[in-house]
């Protein structure tokens, strides 16, 4: 989407919703992905600058996350889902993989605080 069709976005929601740019709710933006989504209509880069744009502009609140992706985050993908991401045709491979990430998994949990964590999150 490039600025144009951005700013026709932000007057498309606008028209739809009624009132004013400023009126743009995150969960106005959120609905919007939904229907795009439901019609596989392309949400991409355009719908994460359109958010942005507003985020930015400090249309939301501060509390806003930062990122509409962050309303479509997964969580965390599994070894599988890792790997099989890049489509690895040879199975041996692919399995040879899946079977590394999960042996390293549990040293590689971002999930739990880690020593340095703690120690600077317990600073004033």
Known sequence: ???????????VMVAAK???VR???VGDCVELLDTQAAGQQF????????????HTTRVFPDDAPPSIRMFRSPG???????????????????????DYLRERQP???????QPNQRVRGSSP
């Open 1 to 11: 989407m490039a600025n144009g069709s951005m700013a026709s976005g932000i007057g």
């Open 18 to 20: 009624g009132g004013l």
């Open 23 to 25: 009126d743009v709710t």
């Open 43 to 54: 949400t991409g880069s355009g719908m994460v600058c359109f958010y942005r744009l507003l």
């Open 76 to 98: 965390q993908l599994t070894c599988d889902e890792l790997v099989d991401r890049y489509q690895i045709a040879c199975r041996p491979i692919r399995d040879l993989l899946v």
């Open 107 to 113: 040293a590689m949990d971002y999930s739990k605080p």
